[in-house]
């Protein structure tokens, strides 16, 4: 029948969950994906101040607003539900307290990123880790420590040109605010899984930590070269093209990809040309049909590539890929991988086209979870913020992950089932750990040592597992964690303030109904692995 009749197959059928079950399981995911961290702060911080961490980040993900969406004081009030009060100095405490830095948490997502390209190694898969950096703005702060001048990228936007209306400033306008770095780590196929966030980092031009962005990129880029090797394929944008980076990446002998500017020149042929003139009038060696994720349509491109070399870096052999597309201008792709057929011409290609995914990163980190809305002096206490609400997005990445696709599917229909779009601003309210449980009660907190035998904590399965999702846009990743708000308004209408799912996951065995065991977590049995 299906080869007589185009029969379009029907997704699997989402069984009526409950919502109470539903908000459990996510609390015990989130327990489970920071269970590594929460061992290691186990040995340096009081058990109390673990528990607020779990809720801070619980707290992130359900209240998301790009204005006031890590005010200590407006996230104060969403801890004090969860905990037994006093939500704004408990998380005062946790972010002044001395026994831990934001190191932790850079060290853990980077140890997830390492796993991922082991488990990705060992099945034949190959990884790309996209680089790209931002400015972390603050125009109305003078007097935070640590702040330096940026250059603005929201008055860029602003103030571009608009024929007839105005003439925008020559000059770039510069604020205060840091300089902000980030790694992604995403497969070369979609059926590799979702964006893994390797690393996030604030650095500043000014006083006595200040540092330069090609000191900062250097540092990376050794560090990510003694974990991985050759392992991996580096994305970067033009941005970094410019002799001195080539020089670092060949002293690393790094395999990339770099977007070259059309202007640049290169030796082709023992003649210094221009990337553009060295591509002018030569015939495509073949052409294809694209999607672009961007303006979200399909397109024509073709590819052709010639050996070139940089007359800095004359002993390192290099590639340009140009890739012509309708409607858009040529990429001039320069590359370390060797390109001599149509073949891995696309390859190139293809790598660079999902360097995307973290421009989404940006957007969701400063719209959803508001990430520059922070007023907090101290430097190190800023850095622990930022780093949480890091912790809350790797946490919604990770939800887009193979196993959570019933979920992801559930809660379209219980929260935004009149239309595929992002939920609407009434459904944003909710989170899934914010869901009412009147009937709940959280009994002592014991230690986190004696969570390891329900499996949550359990050092053996840390986040070893990653799966591949079905290719869907990056930045619909809030949806992964709301719910509709009338559970929350059940919350709040209750005699007693509902405790933390989180917290119940931490201080007493939870057991879920097995038919939703394999929605929230691969830990569960013996072939988790």
Same mark, same amino acid.
């Given at each position: ?62 209240? !998301? ?10 996230? &104060? ?169 080539? &020089? ?40 294809? &049909? ?109 939800? !887009? ?50 969570? !390891? ?77």
């Amino acid at each position: 029948m299906s080869e007589k009749y185009l029969i379009v197959s029907q997704p699997e059928q989402v069984p009526p969950y409950d919502p109470k079950a539903m908000a459990e399981g996510l609390g015990m995911s989130l327990v489970g994906f920071l269970g590594p961290l929460l061992l290691e702060l186990d040995q340096w911080l009081d058990k109390r101040l673990i528990r607020t961490l779990v809720q801070v980040i619980e707290a992130i993900l359900t209240f !998301r607003d790009r204005i006031n969406g890590l005010v200590l004081s407006e996230l &104060g009030s969403y801890l004090d539900p969860i905990g037994q009060g006093g939500g704004t100095k408990r998380l005062s405490r946790l972010l002044h307290s001395p026994k831990w830095t934001a190191l932790f948490i850079e060290r853990f997502l980077w140890w997830r990123a390492s796993e991922q390209i082991e488990q990705w190694e060992e099945q034949g898969e190959e990884g790309l880790v996209l680089w790209d950096g931002s400015v972390w703005e603050k125009p109305e702060s003078l007097k935070s420590e640590g702040l330096g001048p940026v250059q603005s990228s929201k008055a860029k936007r602003l103030t571009h040109v608009k024929p007839g209306y105005y003439t925008p400033p020559g000059q770039p306008i510069s604020v205060p605010g840091l300089h902000w770095v980030g790694l992604l780590l995403i497969g070369c196929r979609l059926n590799q899984g979702p964006a893994l966030l390797a690393v996030m980092r604030w650095w500043t031009a000014r006083g006595w930590r200040a540092s330069w962005v090609r000191d900062e990129d250097k540092k990376l880029l050794e560090m990510a070269i003694r974990s991985w090797g050759r392992k991996v394929l580096h994305i970067f944008d033009r941005g970094y093209a410019s002799s001195l980076w080539l &020089g670092a990446l060949s002293h690393f002998a790094a395999r990339f990809v770099l977007r070259w500017r059309h202007q640049y020149r290169l030796l082709f042929e023992g003649k210094l040309k221009a990337a553009w003139k060295i591509a002018q009038g030569k015939k495509a060696w073949g052409s294809r &049909g694209l999607w672009d994720a961007r303006r979200r349509k399909w397109i024509s491109a073709s590819v052709l590539a010639f050996p070139v070399r940089h007359p800095d870096h004359p002993d390192l052999p290099l590639w340009l890929v140009v890739a012509r597309r309708t409607g858009g201008k040529p990429w001039y792709l320069l590359t370390s991988e060797p390109v001599e057929n149509e073949a891995q011409a696309w390859k190139v290609v293809l790598a660079y086209a999902r360097r995307w995914q973290i421009e989404l990163a940006w957007k969701t980190c400063k719209s959803e979870l508001g990430m520059q809305s922070p007023r907090v002096w101290d430097w190190e206490s800023r850095l622990k913020l930022l780093g949480l609400a890091t912790l809350a997005y790797a946490f919604l990445l990770y939800l !887009r992950t193979l196993p959570f696709t019933l979920l992801r599917r559930w809660l379209f229909r219980y929260a935004a089932h009149s239309h595929w779009t992002p939920l609407a601003s009434h459904a944003r309210a909710a989170g899934a750990l914010a869901a009412g449980c009147e009937s709940a009660v959280v009994g002592p907190s014991p230690s986190l040592q004696s969570t !390891r035998r329900f499996g949550l904590l359990s050092p053996s399965r840390q986040l070893g597992h990653t799966h591949p999702c079905s290719p869907q846009t990056q930045g619909r990743v809030r949806l992964s964690f709301a719910l509709h708000a009338k559970a929350v308004r059940t919350a709040k209408q209750a005699t007693t303030a509902p405790p933390s799912l989180v917290l119940l996951a931490l201080t007493r065995r939870f057991v879920l109904n097995p038919s939703l065991r394999s929605l929230f977590s691969p830990r569960f049995g013996p072939d988790s692995r």
